[in-house]
């Protein structure tokens, strides 16, 4: 493994490229903000609206795709308040116990907004299926609802002619991953590698009737050519901590006193249930870098820590995976703890990992010390 100078990113991230220097693409792209004339992207985003504003009252402007998360709040808070749109909020619903404060995010973002909301709710008995298998086979546990994620929006963007669809950040060009270009154009979104495409035949193969898996193949070129999906991140410049400040203010909840998760280093980013988190952890076994690195080189890129201080938390943090993201993944599957660790286990890239005298996962000692002081 190899790791930025800057951050904390590893060259395993999939699809994430360094400079000469051993620099990784997210901390140049950040550089690159510096030099925007953010006023003027602003000025793009008030005309952008102003082409699909609708005249007629009650009518919808635009599509937001939400979570309820602190994100969700401020994408709404500026399409509706700055802006003067009239969105119309979609959001996905996963399988997992909900958190406290999940519940009351969502019911949050519309009181505080004045929004409708569409939830849609995937088919649970595929999920079940489709989620233990792609477990097992890929180490991708979430493949299901995160794909319904991706294509749910475009397809009721385009049932509903609402061409203007608006997601938060672009995270090829944020974080490093396919298509790391700065565009305003989230149209190629759904193939930016998050949840590939599989055969659909091979889900059959695993159990689940063909017309049980409706949505899940990425939509036409036709269909996608009628929308204008964009990324927030391409007009206003992406600080999910500010973000978090600011949903606060407009009554967004932390999990501050509900759950102080093992495997994080805060408590506001991706807190709406606890099964659902195992999908991004799931890039530990598989590539030795997880939640920790992913915000401890978010944050070092935002000033809040020094590199040495995101290194120690992704030591401490990393590999920690909660139980309750366990627990309640294995609930929903019917999976027994035992035959989870049993696959997990076999998942490992043992070019990455050795297991230790207390039959511990770990990186190898290499990987750590490559990680604390990086060699290009």
Known sequence: MKF????????????????????????????????????????????????????????????????????SHYQ?????????????????????????????????ISEAFGCNIISFKPNRRAAKVISRYMFEKYGRPLWYVDRLLYTVPLYYAAALNIPLLVYGENVSYEYGGIND??????????FNGVAPDVDLEELVEAGVPRDELTYLEAPSRVLLEKLDPIYMSYFLEWNSVRNYEFAKRRGFKDLTHEWDRTNHIENFNQIDSY?????????????????????????????????????KLAEERDHAVDPKIIEDFCNFTGMTIEEFYNALDKLYNK?????????QWRLKQENIEERRNPHW
């Not at 909020?89 to 996963?94: F, G, K, Q, S």
């Not at 270009?181 to 759904?190: G, L, N």
């Not at 070019?351 to 039959?359: C, K, P, R, S, Y």
């Open 181 to 190: 270009i700065e565009t305003y154009s989230a149209r190629e979104q759904v």
């Open 4 to 71: 930025c100078k800057k951050c904390i990113m590893p060259d395993t991230r999939p699809h994430i490229s360094f400079d000469k220097d051993g620099v990784c693409i997210a901390c140049q792209n950040n550089e690159k903000k510096k030099s925007v004339d953010w006023d003027l992207r602003y000025k793009e985003l008030e005309k952008l609206c102003d082409k699909y504003r609708r005249k007629e009252n009650g009518v919808y402007d635009c599509i937001i795709a939400v979570s309820g998360g602190k994100d």
């Open 351 to 359: 070019d990455l990992f050795e297991v230790n005298a207390l039959g």
């Open 275 to 311: 099964g659902y988190l195992l999908n991004a952890w799931m890039k530990f076994p598989k590539y030795g870098h997880a939640y920790a690195t992913d915000y401890g080189a978010r944050w070092v890129r935002y000033g809040l820590l020094t590199r040495e201080e995101a290194v």
């Open 76 to 108: 709404v808070h500026v399409m509706k308040e700055q802006m003067g749109m009239n969105p119309l909020l979609i959001t996905v619903e996963d399988f997992f116990t909900m958190t406290e404060a999940g519940k009351h995010n969502i019911q949050n």
